[in-house]
């Protein structure tokens, strides 16, 4: 039985201590699960900074993209504007024989000579006439230079919206190639979610496994435990129970000794030190017989 409960305690020193290793390999698994989710959850929100970064920075490109719109609607209609306006002016062109320049400088003759020179009821009547035609004629140049400051004003107006449709276009580059730098950081964010999500799974079962290893061999060593101190219960009764038996064998055996000593003494036969002592412990010595 002492064999045994030898045996069963070398078991036990070593279920505890492959129990103690498996739940230390556990608790790492555990801790760098742990610390996967944590690197997970700051790249989860690395990611959804990007996605919004990104989707704000579409937002931007869409209406870029509607100013841009715009701007081409307009100048198609400026340059609608600009070319019936040309075509007007250019109406109005043909319907002078004389360039403007001419018909004026040609005015101011006739008005000088007017008044400078005299003249006959019929040159006179002659002169006016051909002023009016002149002022007609004037008057049509005039319309078309109007025209003309207006198709120029269309111009710099279409140059202005063609800066602008410039400007807005390097800006939806700019956006565009933004846009597409946090895509990409987002999805190499989520990539390595996906990959760590993964590794953290691979923790979780590892974790498990070593866990319930060390569980199972809890479970033995309580019961190898559970067996030894039976055991110890078992072989402590065996020895109080020798040790009562050997107690009472003694009683019994000092007890004979006291009545064979007592016996010796009625037959005036001497005793033993040791007779002396049980029967001066029983108290059946007298004076007479107080020395062995």
Request: glycine share 4%; with cysteine.
């Amino acid at each position: 039985m002492v064999e045994e409960i030898s045996t069963l305690t070398s078991e036990i020193n070593s279920l505890r201590e492959e129990r103690d290793s498996l739940n230390q390999k556990a608790k790492r698994w555990l801790e760098k699960k742990r610390e996967l989710l944590r690197q997970i959850g700051e790249l989860r929100r690395e990611a959804q900074s990007h996605r919004g970064c990104r989707d704000e920075v579409n937002r931007l490109v869409k209406e870029l993209k509607q100013k841009l719109e715009g701007l081409r609607a307009e100048a198609a209609k400026e340059w609608k504007l600009y070319a019936e306006i040309k075509q007007e002016a250019e109406k109005l062109r043909l319907t002078v024989p004389t360039s403007e320049r001419k018909a004026r400088k040609v005015f101011e003759d006739l008005e000088w000579k007017i008044q400078t020179t005299p003249f006959s009821h019929e040159e006179e009547k002659m002169l006016v006439e051909k002023i009016r035609e002149l002022e007609a004629q004037i008057a049509v140049h005039n319309r078309r230079g109007e025209k003309v400051k207006r198709l120029k004003e269309i111009l710099r107006k279409a140059e202005d919206l063609k800066c602008e449709g410039k400007r807005i276009r390097t800006e939806l580059v700019e956006k565009a190639r933004e846009s597409q730098v946090h895509h990409e950081k987002m999805m190499k964010a989520l990539k390595a979610v996906d990959e760590l999500v993964e590794k953290a799974s691979e923790a979780q079962q590892k974790f498990l496994e070593a866990k319930g290893k060390a569980d199972e061999l809890h479970g033995r060593l309580l019961e190898v435990l559970a067996k030894r101190k039976e055991l110890e219960n078992n072989l402590r009764r065996l020895n109080e129970n020798y040790s009562a038996q050997r107690l009472k064998k003694a009683l019994e055996a000092r007890e004979d000794k006291g009545r064979l000593a007592e016996e010796k003494l009625k037959r005036g036969e001497k005793i033993t030190f040791e007779e002396f002592q049980i029967l001066l412990s029983k108290g059946n010595l007298n004076q007479k017989d107080a020395s062995p």
